[in-house]
Structures are given as C-alpha cells and as structure tokens.
C-alpha cells in the first residue's frame, strides 16, 4: 500500500518561497535583471536564490543566453506548477483580506438566467451598489441550474424550479405574463400584426428549448397562438416567416432592430415598454398562473446580513415584501 507523506515531511522537502518567488520572476520576464525591479531586490539576490533552488532541485532550471535567460525543459515544469501555486495563494489571501481584513467586504454569489442577468438586473444592481457599497455580487449565468460546475453553490438562486437543490429555501415570486411585443416603428410599417390573425402570417421570433432548463411549462409561438385558437401551422401555409433560437437575448435584440415579433415576457420587457423601446401590438395575454418564478437562499446562511440585504433589495425591487 502507498504511504502518502505527512505535511511535515512535505513541508522539509519544499525549497524556499523566497528561491521559488525569485525563479517565478526570472522565468516570467526572461531576464535576471527585470525580475530583481519588478521584486525590488538587487540582480545579484535573485542570481542567489535561483542558484539555492538549483542546487536544492538538483537540476539547472535556466539557460542563459546573452542578457536574458530560456528556462530549460526542468524549469518549464517547475514553471507551470510553482506559478499556478502563487497564482493560488494570491487569490486566497485576497479572499481572506476581503472577508476578514479591518475593511471586510461581503460577496453575494447570485445564478439566474442569462436573460433575467441582461434584461432584469442589469438595469437594476446601481440601486443595490448605491445602498449596498460594502456588498459585492458575483454573478453566475445558466442555462441549466441542475449541472453546475462542482463545488458551485451559489448563495441565492432565481430560477422557475420550486426545489432547485438539497439545502435551499424557495419563496416564490411571480407568475410569468406573456405577450406580444415589438418596436412602435415596427408596427407603424406592419399594422396587421394587431390582429392575432395577421400577427400569426408575420414575421415571428420564436424561443426554441433546446439547450435550455425548462422544468416548468414552456411557451412558444405555437403554445402562445394555440391558447388565442390558431393554429401555427396555417400561418406558414400563408408564407409566414418563423425564426427559433433558444437565446432570449438574442430575440429581443432583433426585436429592437425592428425584425419582427417576439413573445415578451412581462418581468424581462416591461422596462423596455415603459421607455418606449418596445410596444404590445395587441392586448392578448398568456398568464401562468398555476406556476411561479422562485428566489431560494442558502438555509445554512440565512442570517448572514449581506444575504439578507440582497434578499430585502430583491423583493423591493420585485414588488413584494421580504417575508420574515
């Protein structure tokens, strides 16, 4: 059986942290001489230090060449391990110094859609920072919440699943309001999309579920138009024109370019409604009643204040209270 070695004998084994800082810089500028300013050392210390590592690696690690240096095969290995390692060791004391340190920051690790990121938060976090400059947000964009990356477990959700994982507490939100929309100049130039007959035979921008996480229902033009009595179908009999992507962005982007109609649903477009940007060609609706959009919070940090401060910033911003 393998013995794995203790912590100790790992630690005696190590070179030097200040031999292996000095080899880092001299690898990274190619050049004894730009790593002793870049360390605010003299060249002959950093010439000192490589040659301790040498010795105690028992291999050469540069070849020199004029002025500057090349690292040699032994030293392109050590090279890509000892920088990762730094590189990790920075990250985590900026972490602590972050959390810990006299002027601690607090991060909030959000996931929602990258759809619900660009058209709802966007356009809202400057209230968050304005009242919340000591809170950072780290947000995360999916499309599917149930494959995350492991060891990914972010601090809030806001998604359509009521249980999205094992150790959060789901509040429910809002029912989805779905609804035609497009720019007023594109309904000045085709003002027989407001009727749902020629809306049917226009030019359609369609959500398509491929690649998506849909666990609750999910509506398309063919959904949307059934729901009102028509039938999809007999509008490409009629020439119409049906465009599917399953990037929402997207759809409402070429819906401000003035290309056609796009389902809008009503927590993502209002904004753009109310600046004038969008318009609803005609009153017709679909409401979800039956299901809800869902804000779930880690239990295990429900009391920890900048979760809380989010939580009661999300709610306000949503219309609705934060519940006790």
Known sequence: ?????????????????????????????????????????????????????????????????????????????????AQLSFLNIAQAAARVRKDHGKHARHTVTVCCTPAFSALWMAHRLPSFFSANPDIDLDLVTTQNFLSLEPGMHPDVFITKMSRVREGYVSVALFHDRIYPVCTPRYLEQHPEIGSLEGLRNGVLLNLSPYGRSQVAEHVDWSVWL?????????????????????????LIQMTLNNQGVALGFDH????????????????????????????????????????????????AQGGAAAPA
């Open 1 to 81: 059986m393998n013995q794995h070695p203790s912590t100790d004998q790992l630690l005696l084994k190590m070179p030097s942290l200040r031999a292996v800082r000095s080899f880092v810089a001299a690898a990274r500028y190619q050049s004894f001489t730009r790593a002793a300013e870049s360390l605010c050392v003299t060249q002959a210390a950093i010439s000192r230090q490589i040659k301790e590592l040498e010795e105690h690696l028992g291999a050469s690690l540069f070849d020199r060449v004029g002025r500057s240096v090349r690292l040699t095969p032994a030293g392109s290995i050590f090279f890509e391990a």
């Open 226 to 250: 059934a729901v009102h009595r028509l039938d999809m179908a007999d509008g490409l009999q009629h020439g119409a024109h049906y465009f599917n992507a399953n990037d929402y962005n997207l």
């Open 268 to 315: 993502l477009v209002s904004p753009l409604i109310a600046q004038g940007q969008l318009t609803r060609p005609l009153a017709q609706e679909l409401v979800l009643e039956d299901t809800h959009h869902y804000l779930a919070y880690r239990e295990d940090k429900a009391d920890d204040r900048a979760l809380q401060r989010f939580r009661s910033w999300f709610f």
